[in-house]
């Protein structure tokens, strides 16, 4: 499922040796200066596509971080993923300690579509260079539904190579899978959707999902259809580094 | 709690056999043992599903001929057993040269929740399967079969499928019935489930191991086809993840 392009790795080590037989032939000449430490950018390009029927994917949030996670299969789910799990809201997500840096879709992904986003960090100590990606997003048609990547290790990723891998869905545990119109914050819900709700009345452990049921396959009171059963995988991503 | 001990004591016993054997074979020749040899595993097992438990777990390491199951075929009665009632104990005695951990969660594992088991393997057992049924279904496991264990230390981790044993109808009606051919779900752990159905199937038409098609389940706990509720007991592959540490 995961495919890396290894093409550059070569160029990019020629380089290094290049610049660094430069810097010794001349540094003897050379007078002491007081330099800045040089900034350093990293820069990855995210390709996001919404592989479902008719669930739409809440803004997607985008994260380099050096430690943590997102979430735990089998752990209480954070008050900011439970958040972006209930109402599609990736504001604190996107705010937690551990981002380095953040990036946000510009709106709604829908069905079939795909979005290319962009996030850099900037840093001086070489040492600093993020070491992991995360992303998460809502399929706004559910209860606490939600996919992404957690902590995918990209610290070996060179300029120009890139991961493609699709994700599967979990289940926040932070409400109940009822699919009432009134706790649905998509279309399905008809704008009197709920979103978040600080109750959590589901198991409170993130699990995978087990699927929307649907008015047409035996839950006569959802608000959902047969259009808006899912199955894994949701997402197909790709992320680059460019920088 | 006794057998689990002396389960434990004859493991430890195994651990030191192996380890002078490693020993010994080292000695004899470096290039030999590179194929065959003994290792330490770690072994976490994750159920991933959000209300489905899965009752005891078998690990075992064994052979490249040993198969617990094979899709597209006709189940064991061992298998039969460990599907339709949970009951290990048949499949584990087939194995008489694995190296097995059995019934790591002391009971059931509950939805969301991991268990972990050592593994010392033997010379040849290069193979690894887990088996272990899902509750509330009529004869679904969750199932590994036979992965090549890495030679290299390192931590691998995979997701496991759904498979349904094909030996009983997917009645979805807890009856308590979990012996062999005995119709009906044993029980429902989360106690989440109902009461009153009329059955989803009467008959199993593939009578072959094959993937889980899912629990159906309905809205009404009382009456309806299913005793299952289907808010709660359905699931999507995968149901299970697998982390195997090679020391």
Known sequence: MISINKKLALVTLTTLMLSACGGSSSGSNMMPVDMPDPMITYSYQVTVTNLTYAQPMSPIALILHNEGQLWTVGEMASAALENLAESGDNADVLAEAMVLSGQSGTGLLLPGMSEVIDVSYTFTDVNNAPMMFSLATMLVNTNDAFTGINALAINNLAIGESISLTTSSYDSGTEKNSELMATIPGPAGEGSGEGFNAERDDIDKVAMHSGIVSVDDGLMVSALTQAHRFDNPTLAVMVTRTE | ?247
Do not use: C
């Not at chain 2, 002078?20 to 074979?25: H, V």
């Not at chain 2, 590179?34 to 489905?52: F, P, R, Y």
């Not at chain 2, 777990?57 to 009632?85: N, P």
């Not at chain 2, 079969?145 to 030996?167: C, H, L, M, Q």
């Open chain 2, 1 to 247: 709690m006794n057998m689990l001990l002396l389960q434990a004591v004859k493991k430890t016993k195994k651990i030191k056999n192996t380890a002078l054997l490693l020993s010994t074979a080292l000695l004899l020749s470096t290039t030999a043992i590179s194929q065959v040899q003994a290792q330490e595993l770690d072994i976490k097992v994750t159920n991933l599903t959000q209300g489905i438990y899965f009752t005891p777990i078998l690990i075992a390491a064994h052979d490249s001929e040993t198969q617990l199951f094979k899709s597209g075929e006709i189940a064991s009665a061992e298998l039969q057993m460990m599907a339709e009632g949970g009951d290990i104990s048949a499949l584990s005695a087939m194995l008489t040269t694995a190296d097995k951990a059995e019934n790591p969660a002391m009971g059931l594992l509950a939805p969301a929740t991991s268990t972990s088991a050592m593994l010392s393997t033997m010379d040849g057992n290069m193979y690894l399967s887990v088996v272990a049924m899902m509750l509330p279904t009529n004869d679904g496991f969750i199932g590994l079969n036979r992965w090549k264990i890495p030679s290299e230390a390192g931590t691998y981790s995979f997701t496991v499928n759904a498979y349904d044993a094909g030996t009983e109808a997917n009645d979805e009606m807890i009856t308590g019935g979990g012996a062999p051919g005995a119709a009906g779900i044993p029980a429902a752990p989360g106690m989440n489930a109902g009461t009153g159905g009329t059955g989803v199937t009467m008959t199993e038409d593939n009578t072959y191991v094959h993937i889980h098609r899912g629990n159906l389940g309905d809205d009404d706990l009382t009456a309806g086809k299913s005793d299952l509720d289907n808010t709660v007991h359905r699931w999507l592959n995968p149901v299970a993840r697998i982390t195997v540490t090679v020391n």
